[in-house]
């Protein structure tokens, strides 16, 4: 009985009871087993670290392309860089195999004495789309070579290298990658999305020389990788600049249909007095 009065209640556990709660089950391993045991946890180590590693690259090598984005946008409104250089000259082939010899604009010097491959400026407003567009001899070099002309994943921007680097041809063709972390042309995939394709129907092509091109976007959507639309000896009625990304799968290319309209067909100039018609 304790204090209050009230009888103290003893419980008394059987020896059975305590026997069970104290029973553990005991699971022995035979050698065999353990080996694999650890043979898998070293597996599951070895591959997690490799993810981890694969991912940590990945990444970087995104942070380096951005920069070099940021470095070439920043290199080619730097007046006082460009004017380091003298009247720098190119001459190019036009699509009637025309030699012609154009005048670089200043704020294309700079970039232009780096790498002569560039032949223009691809931007659509509000987007990452803000990039130097390349051309060289074959479609395989800018597919992982930078505008530096360095390795790199990301590879640039490039014109089909059947086409004129004027882009008097009916039809254009502008390849980039489907970069996961949203560069290069991985921002097409937003046209899918019909407003979104209202809302950012304006891609604009700056030449070297002065030219400036306006086209219009008429449509998006996946075509087969061998599909008539990238044979640039299709008859078309405007002239057309594609830009093609790689779709879901290998054999699938997502593809931003764009026409210069007529009455743009006399080009805009950046002021260099250059006036081009187009035919």
């Given at each position: 009985?304790?204090?209050?009065?009230?009888?103290?209640?003893?419980?008394?556990?059987?020896?059975?009871?305590?026997?069970?709660?104290?029973?553990?089950?005991?699971?022995?391993?035979?050698?065999?087993?353990?080996?694999?045991?650890?043979?898998?946890?070293?597996?599951?180590?070895?591959?997690?670290?490799?993810?981890l590693a694969y991912f940590g690259i990945y990444y970087y090598d995104s942070y380096k392309a951005q920069q070099l984005s940021a470095q070439l946008t920043e290199k080619k409104n730097d007046a006082a860089v460009n004017r380091m250089y003298?009247?720098?000259?190119?001459?190019?082939?036009?699509?009637?195999?025309?030699?012609?010899?154009?005048?670089?604009?200043?704020?294309?010097?700079?970039?232009?004495?780096?790498?002569?491959?560039?032949?223009?400026?691809?931007?659509?407003?509000?987007?990452?789309?803000?990039?130097?567009?390349?051309?060289?001899?074959?479609?395989?070099?800018?597919?992982?070579?930078?505008?530096?002309?360095?390795?790199?994943?990301?590879?640039?921007?490039?014109?089909?290298?059947?086409?004129?680097?004027?882009?008097?041809?009916?039809?254009?063709?502008?390849?980039?990658?489907?970069?996961?972390?949203?560069?290069?042309?991985?921002?097409?995939?937003?046209?899918?999305?019909?407003?979104?394709?209202?809302?950012?129907?304006?891609?604009?092509?700056y030449l070297p020389e002065g030219q400036t091109l306006t086209y219009s976007v008429i449509r998006c959507g996946y075509v087969n990788a061998d599909s008539d639309t990238f044979w640039l000896g299709e008859p078309v009625e405007t002239r057309?600049?594609?830009?093609?990304?790689?779709?879901?799968?290998?054999?699938?290319?997502?593809?931003?249909?764009?026409?210069?309209?007529?009455?743009?067909?006399?080009?805009?100039?950046?002021?260099?007095?250059?006036?081009?018609?187009?035919?």
């Amino acid at each position: 009985q304790n204090r209050s009065g009230s009888k103290k209640k003893i419980t008394r556990s059987s020896g059975k009871q305590d026997k069970k709660k104290s029973r553990r089950k005991v699971v022995v391993l035979t050698r065999g087993e353990l080996r694999a045991r650890r043979l898998l946890t070293a597996v599951l180590v070895v591959a997690a670290m490799s993810c981890l590693a694969y991912f940590g690259i990945y990444y970087y090598d995104s942070y380096k392309a951005q920069q070099l984005s940021a470095q070439l946008t920043e290199k080619k409104n730097d007046a006082a860089v460009n004017r380091m250089y003298g009247q720098t000259q190119t001459v190019q082939e036009n699509a009637d195999g025309q030699q012609i010899t154009l005048t670089v604009l200043d704020e294309y010097k700079s970039l232009y004495n780096q790498n002569k491959n560039l032949i223009g400026w691809l931007e659509i407003a509000d987007t990452n789309i803000d990039y130097p567009v390349m051309q060289t001899a074959d479609n395989e070099y800018y597919l992982n070579h930078t505008f530096k002309k360095t390795e790199h994943v990301a590879g640039s921007i490039f014109l089909d290298k059947d086409n004129s680097p004027d882009f008097s041809n009916r039809k254009s063709i502008l390849y980039g990658h489907n970069m996961k972390d949203g560069s290069m042309f991985q921002g097409l995939h937003k046209y899918e999305n019909e407003q979104y394709l209202e809302t950012h129907n304006k891609v604009y092509l700056y030449l070297p020389e002065g030219q400036t091109l306006t086209y219009s976007v008429i449509r998006c959507g996946y075509v087969n990788a061998d599909s008539d639309t990238f044979w640039l000896g299709e008859p078309v009625e405007t002239r057309q600049l594609l830009l093609s990304t790689c779709g879901s799968d290998s054999s699938k290319r997502l593809v931003l249909f764009c026409e210069l309209p007529e009455e743009s067909e006399e080009s805009e100039t950046n002021g260099e007095g250059i006036s081009m018609e187009v035919f």
